[in-house]
């Protein structure tokens, strides 16, 4: 399906990605500035696909993986300053790994996404995680809170 939007064509995987011609959003949001970086893990290829097209497009130094397994030592996590978890990582949940976190590594700033409404499940959440959202969202809005959080932004909703 395509739409004519301010004389470009775009597929409705566009729109959702938000990734659309430069000229476009350049006109509409201010630019990425350079965070620092970032994880993500997450279980669906297709949305790690994405998300790390968009980061490569802004420029946001993102680092995918399909579990925690292949991150491989915890300790490894010291290296970034924002985590995006996915809610379902198999055996684990998002929360659990943000504890462990928490108790282990260090305070890192911690989203968690899912395809669900995860509010009944993520009523008791440990300090570093800063929000939960559903991917529904949009992969744009999760990657500008995400650097948002990386530059130590208190305002983030």
């Given at each position: 399906?395509?739409?004519?939007?301010?004389?470009?064509?775009?597929?409705?995987?566009?729109?959702?990605?938000?990734?659309?011609?430069?000229?476009?959003?350049?006109?509409?949001?201010?630019?990425f500035s350079?965070?620092?970086?970032?994880?993500?893990?997450?279980?669906?290829?297709?949305?790690?696909?994405?998300?790390?097209?968009?980061a490569?497009?802004?420029?946001?130094?993102?680092?995918?993986?399909?579990?925690?397994?292949?991150?491989g030592?915890?300790?490894?996590?010291?290296?970034?300053?924002?985590?995006?978890?996915?809610?379902?990582?198999?055996?684990?949940?998002?929360?659990?790994i943000?504890?462990?976190?928490?108790?282990f590594?260090?305070?890192?700033?911690t989203l968690?996404?899912?395809?669900?409404?995860?509010?009944q499940?993520?009523?008791?959440?440990p300090?570093?995680?800063?929000?939960?959202?559903?991917?529904?969202?949009?992969?744009r809005?999760?990657?500008?809170?995400?650097?948002?959080?990386?530059?130590?932004?208190?305002?983030?909703?």
């Open positions: 399906m395509y739409i004519q939007t301010m004389g470009c064509e775009t597929t409705s995987l566009q729109r959702q990605t938000g990734v659309w011609d430069s000229r476009y959003f350049s006109q509409l949001q201010k630019p350079s965070p620092r970086r970032m994880v993500l893990i997450d279980d669906d290829p297709s949305f790690l696909a994405i998300m790390q097209r968009l490569d497009m802004e420029g946001i130094p993102l680092d995918c993986y399909e579990n925690i397994e292949d991150l030592v915890i300790d490894l996590f010291k290296k970034y300053d924002v985590a995006i978890l996915d809610y379902d990582l198999g055996d684990q949940n998002a929360v659990d943000s504890l462990y976190l928490n108790c590594v260090k305070e890192l700033p968690i996404i899912s395809a669900k409404d995860r509010s499940e993520c009523k008791e959440l300090r570093c995680v800063k929000s939960v959202l559903r991917k529904s969202a949009g992969y809005y999760i990657l500008e809170l995400a650097v948002r959080l990386s530059q130590n932004e208190e305002n983030l909703m």
